[in-house]
């Protein structure tokens, strides 16, 4: 029986499990994947006390200073989640095995939302990726496309355009989402086209990537010849276990939570980006203050059990 078992290895997750061992409280880390989203950044440089660092080692970091606290971290995924008659938890793991637990911190952070045309899901793994930092190096001296406007999407373009030949920066509105420090590497790099107000329209091929049709003409053309399609348009809550728990969703699907984590369902805290709290600022700073915040809480709540 721990006294909290934290679902996620982000942030959030890791966050929370060195603030609830300072406070003595038996914990577990149960994750899919180390790192969650930010892992895949090839560079974060708006987090205090790095100028500059690779996502995945940032996480590294984290996962390290959890460790010596003596942080138990399993690298599953959980199956489901139990509310046993006496308030308790009981988190599935199938063929690994059940844990308990007094309180459970939901922090599985976010899912790659998809351009849902035709071609994409065809193509994953053969030349459609999520991950330009898991995926990059597949591309080198070829075309490639980047769908989204944001920092992520900047992010991409960038690292491709020391990999690929050519890289073209496709996105809907007039002007990028990204903050200007990206805009301007973006705008200043011979190997980035920018291409706005369009959308990719299909994903087309025969065995692999070979070209992409858009809704608005580019230099009077409706299709370019491109090797791959990185799609960088934003991400979507991860929602199975808080609907399979029955906890209050917005209307944007994140997970409603008071001010000290807590949600709807008493014993279950939520933090990171799948909150409330996170979902007009999802940096990896908000989603460590939400993590140190829920564990406070938890705390308290612990204490009047």
Avoid at 80 to 87: A, L, M, R, S, V
Avoid at 204 to 216: M, P, S, Y
Avoid at 219 to 245: H, M, Q, R, T
């Amino acid at each position: 029986m721990y006294d909290l078992i934290i679902i996620g290895a982000g942030p959030a997750a890791y966050t929370a499990s060195i603030y609830a061992s300072r406070y003595k409280i038996k914990n577990l880390i149960i994750g899919r994947e180390h790192g969650g989203q930010i892992a895949e950044a090839h560079l974060v440089e708006n987090y205090p006390g790095f100028l500059s660092i690779d996502g995945k080692k940032l996480m590294d970091k984290f996962k390290e200073h959890a460790e010596k606290f003596e942080a138990e971290i399993i690298t599953k995924e959980v199956q489901g989640i139990i509310k046993e008659k006496d308030n308790t938890f009981t988190v599935d793991l199938e063929k690994d095995g059940k844990y308990s637990a007094k309180t459970i911190l939901l922090a599985t952070g976010m899912g790659h939302r998809k351009l849902a045309i035709p071609g994409e899901e065809k193509f994953i793994g053969k030349g459609v990726s999520f991950c330009f930092t898991c995926d990059g190096m597949f591309f080198k001296d070829k075309t490639v496309a980047v769908a989204g406007g944001s920092d992520s999407a900047a992010m991409a373009a960038d690292y491709m355009s020391k990999i690929a030949k050519k890289v073209y920066l496709i996105f809907r509105k007039d002007n990028m989402t990204a903050e200007p420090v990206w805009q301007e590497k973006i705008k200043t790099n011979p190997k980035i086209e920018i291409v706005s107000n369009t959308n990719i329209t299909e994903i087309k091929g025969n065995q692999k990537v070979e070209e992409i049709t858009l809704d608005t003409p580019y230099k009077e053309k409706n299709e370019l010849l491109v090797d791959g399609v990185f799609i960088e348009i934003g991400s979507l809550p991860s929602l199975a276990l808080p609907k399979e728990l029955g906890l209050k969703i917005d209307k944007f699907g994140y997970v409603k939570v008071s001010e000290d984590q807590s949600t709807n369902i008493k014993g279950i805290f939520a933090a990171g980006d799948i909150t409330t709290a996170s979902n007009k600022f999802r940096q990896v700073i908000t989603a460590a203050s939400e993590g140190s915040i829920a564990v406070s809480g938890i705390y308290k709540y612990l204490q009047k059990k």
